[in-house]
Structure formats: C-alpha cells, structure tokens
C-alpha cells in the first residue's frame, strides 16, 4: 500500500472518529446526563439522592474520558502529518488546539477533580468551590464539542475535493 492510500484510510478512520466522539459527547450531555439527573421524573419519585446520581454521572464521563483521549491522541497524530505536509491551515491549527487542550482539561483535570471531591462525601458537593468546577467542565465540554464539530467539517471539506 503506497503512502497516499494510508493516508486516505487514516483520513476517513480519523473523520469517523470525530464524528464519534461528538455524537458520544453530544448524547452525553443532553439525553444521559438530563435523565440520570432527573431520574425522579422517570420513576415518579426520587429514589436516589442528586449526589449519588451524580456519581452515576461522573462513572459516565469517567468513560468518555478514555475515548475523548483516544481522539485528542489522533488528532495530535493527525493534523500533526497534515502540518508537515503544508496541507494544514490557520482554522485547522486553532480548532486542533483548543480540541486538544479543552479535551485534556476535562480528562485529566475536571474529571479527577469532581471525582476528588465527591471522594469528600455529599457536603462538598453543595460547595460554591464544587459547583465552580462543575459549570467551568460543562463550559470546557462545549468547547471541546464545538472544537470537533469544527474539526469534522474543515475535514470533511477538504476530504470531498
């Protein structure tokens, strides 16, 4: 197989896998998280505590984590090839850093900070310093999507030239 195939299996592998992970973080945060959070809504009464639910939560995004760094990882990969090769671009440039960067600030800060916390017991979590944490990894996780989304579609544009 020359160099340009590769290059066009790695192309389509890396386009799915964007697409992917944005669907994943996309049902994530607006069908998973909405229902685990008002699981009272579903089974009439509340059956487990906002604490614990959040601890579900946090398992789920704990999860997510290993696939958003599978993709920050092929993404440095990637766009690191395309850089060589003169075929990046500004956009390209500035969506890959702020995928990259935002997508490691949740795995490898958010997340373990949440989880740090919770360790601390449910007081914690009614903190003004817990609530801060978790509406900046919200903040961070629409960046993240919003970076991909990006991403996919100057891709996909330059793919289907």
Known sequence: MNKKKIFRFMTMVYIISLGAVLGAVVYAGAVVAPNIFHSELIFGKEIISNYQEGLIMTQNFLKLGYFVNFV??????????????????????????????????????????????????????????????????????????????????????????
């Open 72 to 161: 920050v990882f092929f993404i440095l990969i990637y766009e690191a090839i395309k850089w060589k090769t003169f075929e990046s671009d500004r956009w390209t440039l500035i969506f890959s850093f702020l995928a990259v960067s935002s997508g490691l600030l949740f795995s490898s800060y958010y997340i373990p900070s949440i989880i740090q916390m919770q360790q601390k017991g449910e007081a914690i979590t009614a903190s003004e310093i817990f609530k801060n944490t978790h509406f900046a990894s919200e903040l961070d996780f629409k960046l993240f999507a919003i970076s991909i989304l990006a991403l996919l579609i100057l891709n996909l544009k330059k793919a289907l030239r």
